[in-house]
Nanobody
Framework: QVHLVESGGGLVQAGGSLRLSCAAS????????MAWYRQAPGKQRELVAA???????NYADSVKGRFTVSRDNAKNTVYLQMNSLKPEDTAVYYC?????????WGKGTLVTVSS
């Protein structure tokens, strides 16, 4: 059974940093395309950052230069380093994994950025 478990969310002041983690079980991360999404209150879920099994990454324009996605395949964990946080980054952040064509989601972790 596949599980994605996010951690690292919390309350931070604007300009601060947080690092989110997504621990995967039931899949071999090295063969999975992973991504971070977020959903703010009243808004649709949006892609924040993605990391492919081949090593490429891409980011939403709104977070380029501030967020960095990385992975440790040995630990089966994906990270999202978030710097220079803004109030508009407030959202529930979800880990997503696509493994041999099947999509999996974590339950999310809340990030709140105060002004």
């Amino acid at each position: 059974q596949v599980h994605l478990v996010e951690s690292g969310g919390g309350l931070v002041q604007a300009g601060g940093s947080l690092r989110l983690s997504c621990a995967a079980s039931g899949i071999a991360l090295s063969f999975a395309n992973m991504a971070w999404y977020r959903q703010a209150p009243g808004k649709q879920r949006e892609l924040v950052a993605a990391s492919t099994s081949g090593g490429s990454t891409n980011y939403a324009d709104s977070v380029k230069g501030r967020f960095t996605v990385s992975r440790d395949n040995a630990k089966n964990t994906v990270y999202l380093q978030m710097n220079s946080l803004k109030p508009e980054d407030t959202a529930v952040y979800y880990c997503n994994g696509n493994y041999y064509g099947v999509n999996y989601w974590g339950k999310g972790t809340l990030v709140t950025v105060s002004s």
